[in-house]
């Protein structure tokens, strides 16, 4: 399985950014629920936003909730973040992962068993 996160890079506080993670080795990709993971400097990696093998049920940390938007293509086997409003403590690397259970709704984070190599995105205040 690999997976390509891209799109980090700096923005300013306040704006809007994508996410997307491109997805191979996984058959199919539409059988897996996909997270986004993300790690501050000196902290454990969490998990931020998951989405369900067939997209019908996403979930977000209170960090992030009503601001990221965690969304699939199946046809093209990408995922992808949405991030509004972004903060400045919402600088971290960010990971895509895959969960290793099919059909599965992505909330258990230890059921993570694919992660790609992560993007950083540093929002300047």
């Known amino acids: 399985v690999q997976l390509q996160a891209s799109g980090g890079g700096l923005v300013q506080a306040g704006d809007s950014h994508r996410l997307s993670c491109a997805a191979s080795?996984?058959?199919?990709?539409?059988?897996?629920?996909m997270g986004w993971f993300r790690q501050h400097p000196g902290q454990e990696r969490e998990l931020i936003a998951s989405i369900s093998w067939n997209g019908g049920k996403t979930n977000y940390a209170n960090s992030v909730k009503g601001r990221f938007t965690v969304s699939r293509d199946n046809a093209k086997n990408t995922l992808y973040l949405q991030m509004n409003n972004l903060k400045p403590e919402d600088t971290a690397v960010y990971y895509c992962a895959a969960d290793s259970v099919r059909y599965g709704l992505g909330m258990i984070e230890k059921n993570y068993g694919s992660w790609g190599q992560g993007t950083q995105v540093t929002v300047s205040s």
């Open positions: 080795g996984l058959t199919p990709f539409s059988n897996y629920a």
